[in-house]
């Protein structure tokens, strides 16, 4: 149980277009979703918090016209990286609980992103 | 906020031998401590977790243990074989919120 799947699992795209990454949870209900960004050899870095049906919460540093969220169902979030440039070149996971705080959070497999 | 530090950045271990990597928080209120395994090109993958109300953990060659009143908590394998290869976090969770604050990460590496 706790499967979360995150789509597509890389992707290159040219700059100035616009990609969007969907992250669902298969087998539960998720009123929370997390974005994160890695670096290569580097930490998770949170960027935002998604909640369903409202507006997400950016961490400090993070464009939210940039990355757009939204979490238009409780199986469902999307992060839409616009008008993409080189520097946007990354890792990005999401992560997804059942929404309680004892319950552990699951990972998707990430997806990598090439901007040229 | 919370901040979690983690070493070593990396480990080098030989088949069969143990394994410990060591995190300490900083929170006091903090109460969940999952840790993952990333593997190359992959997302992380929970493979123990721990309670601020149990001290110890354990599942098979993992283990965690926690001491709340120094604030750290460490994660160890035995008997590692090269699948465990990998990197490997600490993260720490406030009770009440769902979000997690990772360590730096540990790439462990098993040599043959």
């Known amino acids: 149980g706790a499967v979360v799947s995150q789509h597509p699992s890389w992707v290159i795209c040219k700059s100035g277009t616009s990609v969007k990454i969907e992250c669902r949870s298969l087998?539960?209900?998720?009123?929370?979703m997390f974005w994160y960004r890695q670096f290569p050899k580097q930490s998770l870095m949170l960027m935002a918090t998604s909640n369903e049906g409202s507006k997400a919460t950016y961490e400090q540093g993070v464009e939210k016209d940039k990355f757009l969220i939204n979490h238009a169902s409780l199986t469902l979030s999307t992060l839409t990286v616009t008008s993409a440039h080189p520097e946007d070149s990354s890792f990005y996971i999401c992560s997804a609980g059942p929404g309680s705080p004892v319950s552990p959070l699951h990972f998707g497999n990430g997806t990598r992103l090439t901007v040229t | 906020g919370e901040n979690v530090e983690q070493h070593p950045s990396t480990l080098s271990v030989q088949e069969g031998d143990s394994a410990v990597i060591k995190c300490t928080y900083s929170d006091s209120a903090s109460n969940y401590f999952p840790w993952y395994k990333q593997e190359l090109g992959k997302g992380p993958q929970l493979i123990i977790d721990?309670?601020?109300?149990?001290g110890e953990k354990k599942d098979q060659r993992i283990a965690v243990t926690l001491n709340k009143t120094a604030k750290h908590f460490s994660l160890h394998i035995t008997e590692t074989q090269p699948e465990d290869s990998a990197v490997y976090f600490c993260?720490?969770?406030?009770?009440?919120?769902?979000?997690?604050?990772f360590g730096t990460g540990t790439r462990l590496t098993i040599i043959p």
């Open positions: 087998d539960f209900q998720a009123t929370t």
């Open positions: 721990i309670r601020s109300n149990v």
């Open positions: 993260a720490a969770r406030t009770f009440g919120n769902e979000k997690l604050t």
